[in-house]
């Protein structure tokens, strides 16, 4: 950081400071490099000179666009500002990762941190300074599209990952293959009312603190330079224009001096939501509440020049937002070098390089989910198998946000069987399709189940069926692959079922005819290698749920951390007047925290180092853990708690502490916890955080329901 900000900002006329805040697309250079203005600049009613005071550019293809835009653009710009490259890194950036709801459900936070290292060495090399990552939403709803870019249902969760991807991506910034994070969507997009995508949002100021805000503040306290505002409203008002949200929290509780940025085109949607009559008053209140970047509409440079000449807000404002741009474009030494490391060698060299490509098999391993599994898995790797279904040989497994990975650098299951065991040995047939009604391929997939040992069913959704705008009410498998799952079972032979898709999706109607269930997400580059390591046993599959698997989409919100009501329905009593429905269970099909492996865990022996605990104290939890399996494998064993009484109702359990344990075949291992009295506060009536005396109960298990429990009080 060396240039001396506030010299060039007294420099900068007022139309020179409005342009720091546009942000555009390449297209508007890419035209203007080719000497003609014309498309969207035209129909966006900008001017050239717009163009060489714009701050940011969103969505760079490659480095040697980007080196193209920043040549032409230092050459034009009066003080030389460079411009500053952002990007939708979600999950890898040519390398891609499984989504992050699969990289939730490996529970490996140093892992997922160093997916973040590499997409931020790839995206840098090509040309990118700053990602619109990491996601950090709390999701409870499958219906809605974008739980496959959250981490899931969990605060406690969600915010180790949270700062663990700002880590990630941004190092210490001034190396440079480093980038900036932008936390998003802030806040609680996540919580739309249907699960329907951009839909109201409306929770209240205790499920907000508790729930939602945590995560963001994870992202901001790990040095997060930027923050997006979400498209929907909280308590009524658009969060980008939301004051309360964006000065008083963000700003002056945590603290946050980095850049916000809108979200695309949210400053205009505030005429949309009925809070702004038009383009003038949006700029106006998004300003106020201190959004620094309008993205992708432009309202700001077609109305704050007038704002502030008609007294109706100070030039100040827009000095702080610029002096914010540019300090961001000096931490990352862009006033020194704009080219920063954008290289279109190092990023051919670079991009999914076999390192690279290693730790994307491990990510995908890692994050799959073993649903079910009778035993016929792991598969013998001398029987024939019949591989069928639209995703059998899918190399388009990358999920809806992974916009610069290649399907053709991508393994698909097929190429992975064939890794594994001679072609001879796998007929693969498609089946049907991913969402048409067409079942006129079932005949070729019975024909080659009857010739196989074991049938592998490859099923899922369409990428686009999950992400953004990608909400769907009827979660379960679409078109007839549930159809082909019932024809199929009819052989009686073991059927193994891999889904690769976005969201938890309702497996309730087919779930008790598969022999064992793999849920592969949306796994990246490597997919199809991790899917064969697996069910082959050269890898025992360790991946727990992030989110719970509804028994139903009618249960949806469904999730573990849920209160207890006053009249909670207990297993197996008959009354009519208790919480539940007539029709189905109240648990989800699988819960949070759910999965198999290929070992089985025994849980024993938990103690406490006493039964109270102190203020300002803190006890110890100690339980045995023994492998009573053949294989090796990894446990992640979860430690929840519960405030049974307090000022207000708590859940009926919170994820607090877990410890991913290896242990070979046959070892056992003393687990310690240490749990203080952080892990017991909550937002009291008055709103302080803070733990209150009283009876906890502390549970210990391999998922969220099945657990060993014990009592203590803090006193
Ligand atoms: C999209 C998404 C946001 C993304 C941005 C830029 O609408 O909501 O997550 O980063 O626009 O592509």
Redesign the pocket.
């Known amino acids: 950081m060396s240039m001396n900000i506030k010299d060039i900002l007294n420099k900068m006329t007022i139309e020179e400071k409005i342009g720091q805040l546009l942000q555009l697309i390449p297209s508007f250079y890419k035209e203007a490099s080719e000497g003609e203005i014309t498309g969207p600049l035209k129909a966006a009613k900008l001017d050239e000179k717009i163009l060489w005071n714009t701050g940011s550019v ?2 760079i293809a490659n480095a040697e666009d980007m080196i193209e835009i920043q040549k032409k653009y230092m050459e034009n710009n009066r003080h030389k500002i460079p411009l500053i490259f ?3 890194v ?1 999950h890898g950036y040519r390398t891609i990762f499984p989504v992050p709801l699969g990289l939730s459900c490996s529970w490996n936070i140093s892992l997922v941190k160093k997916t973040a290292e590499i997409a931020a060495k790839e995206a840098a090399l090509s040309g990118v300074q700053v990602t ?2 990491p ?1 950090v939403d709390l999701v409870r709803d499958p219906r809605w599209g ?1 739980v496959m ?1 959250s981490t899931g249902e969990d605060t406690y969760l969600n915010s180790l990952f949270a700062k663990a991807m700002v880590e990630g991506y941004q190092g210490n910034l001034n190396e440079e293959c480093n980038i900036a994070a ?1 936390v ?2 802030f806040a609680a ?1 996540g919580a739309p009312e249907g699960g329907r995508e951009y839909n109201t949002v409306d929770i209240s100021n205790r499920n907000l603190r508790e729930n939602h805000l945590p995560a963001y503040k994870a992202g901001v306290d790990a040095g997060a330079e930027m923050v ?1 505002t ?2 929907n409203i909280i308590d009524g008002v658009p969060s980008t224009c939301n004051s309360k949200l964006l000065r008083d929290i963000l700003r002056s509780e945590w603290g946050f001096d980095g850049v916000v940025i809108s ?4 400053v205009d949607e505030l005429i949309n939501h009925g809070v702004a009559e038009d383009g003038r008053e949006a700029a106006k209140k998004a300003m106020e509440a201190g959004v620094d970047i309008e ?2 509409s432009i309202n700001y440079v077609n109305n704050l020049k007038s704002l502030i000449e008609d007294g109706e807000i100070s030039e100040k404002l827009i000095d702080d937002a610029v002096l914010r741009i540019l300090s961001l474009k000096n931490k990352l030494g862009l006033f020194e070098n704009p080219f920063r490391s954008s290289s279109i060698k190092e990023s051919e060299e670079t991009c999914c390089c076999e390192e690279h490509l290693k730790i994307a098999r491990e990510a995908a391993g890692s994050s799959m989910v073993l649903l079910k599994n009778d035993g016929v898995l792991p598969l013998n790797k001398e029987r024939k198998i019949a591989l069928i279904g639209p995703f059998a040989d899918e190399k388009n497994i990358l999920g809806p ?1 992974s916009i610069y990975g290649k399907p053709e650098e991508t393994v698909s299951v097929l190429e992975g069987f064939l890794e594994k065991l001679p072609k001879e040995r796998i007929i693969r047939v498609k089946g049907c399709d991913v969402a048409s009604q067409d079942t006129s391929l079932f005949k070729d997939a019975i024909a080659a189940a009857e010739k196989a040992d074991v049938i592998v069913l490859a099923l899922g959704e369409e990428e686009s069926m999950s992400g ?1 705008a990608g909400s769907r009410a009827d979660i379960r498998l679409p078109g007839v692959q549930e159809k082909l799952i019932h024809t199929l079972s009819k052989l009686n032979k073991p059927m193994v079922i891999v889904m690769f898709n976005g969201r938890p999706l309702e497996i309730t109607g087919w779930y008790q005819e598969a022999s064992a269930i793999l849920e592969a997400w949306f796994p990246g580059t490597e997919g199809g290698h991790a899917v064969a390591d697996i069910l082959f046993g050269d890898r025992n599959p360790s991946g727990r749920l992030s989110m719970s698997f509804p028994y139903s989409v009618g249960q949806v919100p469904v999730y573990y951390n849920h209160f207890n009501t006053g009249r909670p329905y207990v297993k197996g009593e008959n009354s009519r007047y208790s919480s539940k429905y007539l029709d189905i269970p109240n648990e989800p099909l699988y819960p949070f925290g759910y999965g198999l492996g290929y070992s089985e865990f025994e849980y024993s022996d938990l103690e406490l180092s006493s039964e109270y605990m102190s203020k300002g104290e803190s006890i110890r939890a100690f339980l045995m853990l023994k492998n009573i399996g053949e294989m090796e494998g990894i446990e992640t064993v979860q430690l929840y708690l519960r405030d049974v009484a307090a000022d207000v109702a708590r859940p009926v359990k919170e994820l607090k502490a877990f410890k991913q344990i290896r242990l070979k075949a046959g070892e056992e291992k003393r687990v310690e916890f240490e749990i203080d009295e952080e892990m017991l506060k909550y937002h009291d009536l008055q709103g302080n955080f803070k733990a209150q005396k009283g009876k906890f109960i502390l549970s210990v298990g391999g998922d969220s329901s099945k657990v060993l429990w014990k009592s203590f009080k803090l006193i």
């Open positions: 969103l969505g952002m990007a939708d979600i619109f990552s996601m974008r870019e932008c998003k969507h997009y997006m979400s498209f979200d695309w085109t949210s993205m992708m946000w953004e």
